[in-house]
């Protein structure tokens, strides 16, 4: 308690020192809030873009379909599947899909593009396609129904209602059938592949061009718990596959996006540490540099009996309010500016990362980890760097300090 | 009085001195403070040669792969290509840029969406006709070809022209070298194109951009298409891709106006955004690091300041002038900086090294803005180790600016009665 008293006052004696150390130690803590909550926010924004948008946090397909998206490689009986996605509670839905690669004509265009058949009921509780319409309206099961994405109605230079035509591969013989749609909508996700080169039709009216009856090429599925989705071993998974099927979660069919989310948390913990390397040896220089000033006060301690752990003692409470200070002030100012990022947004400028266009501001995420776990570190990383220069003090000798002037 | 030169040359050289006795001084606390110094340039260092490394990895790789320097379109065929946006009379366009100053060589390309056949398959398949000969002199396409041989212009003994064909293609249709492959597509008159190619070669990998391309020679390209001469698009090899902008400029003010001159960075827009963003960013992010190594600064300075309240006293009592004074303090924290920014630099150049020679590779490719890229790597360039040595010099100097005007207010009087 002495030790702690001393320490206090110790600070006061420079006070421009000690708010200085105070802010070095600060501002790295807010900055490091800061970022850690853009970064979240930008890594919550690619999850969701690459999950809830479309692909849902699971698929099914037949092994070896996503390697050439063979229209050939089909589930041919997704009954049994379906069942269990039915019995089992850890999914909240699920959706099946025929795709095929195929040609979509304007009167005045053509492009190639995915074409997507889908079961617009399903579909609600996996995607979000429903909600990205910019126009028109959502598939209702009527057979002319045809949605497509913004950029490719742009390239198509059509509006609701002009007619299309889709060309697409049939299963099993390769031939190809031909069909008249209505633009019946047109979505934009923000997403380059669904924007520019997807068409979604319904699901019936997809089996009867490619010729499938009950079949489907992908079964798309949405987790009841957000947490599952990360886990790239879910009993589920391995429930939904055998020799022939495969169930796989996001991180792997979307292994690009989940290999940038682990180098961007990696890059984000190297920064952070070099970040306190750097401060620390501030935090050292400081201790050092009060303790020089103070040799004289130290051989007199140690000359009236004061042992050097007590010494050590002394000097690590003093880091030790430092941090604590330091992290009460940049705890607050580093949640206020990520309070006001993930209410306001944060621009940074347009770009765009694995077909995902991020033009619209970020929004910060804050998490209990930002405001428990990184103060603690940071005092924690005070205190280890003062132990330096706690040593130092310790190892003063009265005779040498005293006769130093000042 | 006047101040002669060579006295001039010997004030600034004690001053120098001085500056760095006064460093040596304080060993310990002069190598703390370099050392977060030293820290914060290597930083810096190594972020901005793997910034400048990585895009200009791929911006090269591209411009060889596909988009070359410079290219020239019909009106906005680039924002939304259709089959009749094409350019009229090519040779005399391709007479006149191969003619200017600045263009090394060129190649013209028509581009159709269609769909390929095997026996057995059908897909969809991006069709690319190329000039066999501008091909090869301005991509890295021959390079791609690992299975079979590269195009050739004429057609074989039964009249069939040869194409290449994308990995995925090949995949997917189930075809390789030697087999046939049939095209349907839509021509410039709005007929209905086919024709059958025999497939000569492979290109790229299964997931490279190229996948599901198809090579045809120009000429059998633009009769498949019934486009006669016209070509969708010039790509253009310039002197120096660093003039591309200025070029395209000229360039487009000399062409007729119906044609569109744009650098690769309007061509990768969205790439080339992403580029900008992602360096502010960067610069932001380093603009905290240094801020936060300055405090440190500050405060270093600070203390040495304080501690020679007396010393300053007594130099100003014996008539030295506020200005020398400050002068000194900013002439020891210039040398601190610089002297950290060799140190940094002395350990970074290996680092650097590393990253440029060997680099990092990514275990998927990643996505940037329509660029795939698969590898990591720095860049080994003055202006990697210039920039942070400015960056880390100018901050620390400025943080001394306060102390040193502190210093420099210092009162004779008052600093010798205090203790």
New interface residues.
Partial sequence: MLNLKLAFRNLFRNG??TL??C??IG??LS?LII?DGIILGMSKLLVESATHLMSGEAQVHRRGYL????V?LYIADPGALQATLERNPAVAGYSMRVMS???V?SP??????MILGLDAGQEKSVSRISESLVDGEYLSGMDTELIIGSDLA??L?VKLGDRIVL?L?QVD??G?SQELFRLSGISRFGI?ELDSTTAFINLDRARGMMGMDTAVHEIAIRYAEGEDSANRNHPLLAELSNSEYEALGWKDFN??I???LE?IDLVTIV?GM??F???S??V???M??SI??RIYEFGVIKAIGTRPTDLIKLVLCESFLIAVGSVICGTLLGGAVSYYFSVSGVI????????I?FHNNIYSVLEPAQFIEFPIYVILLTVIASLYPAAFAAKIVPSEALQKS? | MNVQGPALAWQSVLLVRLAFRNILRHRRRTLLTMLSMTGGYILCAAAISLQYGSYGNAIEFFVKDRTGHIQIHEGNYLQRPRIHKAIAEPDDLARRLINDADVIALTTRVFAPSLAYSEHKNAPANVIGVDVDGEAATTTIIAKVHEGEFLTGQADADGYFSALIGMGLADLLKIGGGDELILISVGADGSIANDIFIVRGLVGTRRSADRLNVYLPLGAAQAFLSMGDRVHEFSLIIRNLGDSVAVADRLGGLLPESLSVDPWERVELTFYKTMQADREAMFVTLGIVVFIVCIGVLNTVLMSVLERTREFGVLKAIGTRPGRIAWMVLTENAILSGLSCLLGLFLALPIVGFMTIVGFELAEPMDVGGVLMSHVRGEFSLRIFAVPFALVVTTAVLVSIPPGIRAARILPIQALAST
């Fill in positions: 421009r020192r200085l150390t802010l070095l501002f790295s900055a970022v390697d050439s998206f063979d050939d690669g195929g040609m004509s005045y265009n053509v492009a190639a593009a742009d390239l230079e060309t591969s013989g390769g190809i380059r292994a690009s989940g290999t940038m180098t920064v070099i970040l390397l750097l401060a040896f501030g050292i220089n400081t050092f540099m020089y000033e940074l400028g347009e770009f765009e990362v694995s077909g266009a000042l």
